[in-house]
């Protein structure tokens, strides 16, 4: 599934995979050489004390998010969403990586974070026993998750309403590299 790109690069990208695979990193790093502006949904999503944006807030911000002609999305909300960011994207870039790339890099994404008291989104952090010991867990997200993109997204993209998109599917950070660094040459 690798691209044809339009000449002068992307100008709307949508970044999804497992929880944990580098979205937000590369996204970031993409809305820099795009020169487009950065979008995490989850900072759309969680509020204060980790409560959920009602739909139609969440959609409205999504939307005026994305009313910028450059911007780059990171995140994967399409039940809450369903295809707003797709429709209006020109390319999605899937960080599809071996489950224990992803895995491990959650892992250590945690333990961080947990271990600066990293503020993410509203005054919110991550808390260890959340992830170890409740159903909100991330780590039990990324196991539910992982197997089911990969067997979900092929499929997705193969329809007709996804013709317009630029599908680039990036199995491992080499490969990742090697697309940013095309993109900013």
């Known amino acids: 599934m690798m691209p044809h790109t339009a000449p002068h690069g992307p100008a709307r990208v949508l970044v999804i995979g497992t929880t944990g695979s580098g979205k937000s990193t ?3 790093q993409l ?9 995490e949904l989850d900072a759309l999503h969680w509020g ?3 409560t959920e944006a009602e739909a139609g807030v969440f959609r409205a911000r999504v939307e005026e998010a ?7 999305v990171d995140g994967n909300y399409t039940a809450k969403l369903g295809y707003l960011v797709y429709e209006a994207a020109d390319t999605v870039l899937w960080l599809d990586y071996s489950f224990v790339r992803v895995f491990s890099r959650l892992f250590v994404r945690t333990f961080r974070r ?40 092929p499929e997705r993209f193969a329809s007709p ?25």
């Open 161 to 185: 309403e996804f013709a317009h998109l630029s599908i680039v599917r990036l199995r491992s950070p080499r490969e990742t590299q090697r697309y940013v660094a095309q993109l900013a040459g």
């Open 26 to 28: 590369l996204a970031r």
């Open 114 to 153: 947990r271990l600066r008291r990293e503020e993410l989104w509203n005054g919110n952090r991550e808390s260890l026993r959340s992830h170890f010991f409740t159903r909100e867990s991330l780590f039990l997200w990324a196991v539910q998750t992982h197997w089911m993109h990969r067997r979900t997204y």
């Open 31 to 39: 809305a820099q050489i795009l020169d487009g502006v950065y979008i």
């Open 48 to 50: 204060p004390n980790w």
């Open 66 to 72: 994305i009313a910028p002609p450059r911007w780059v």
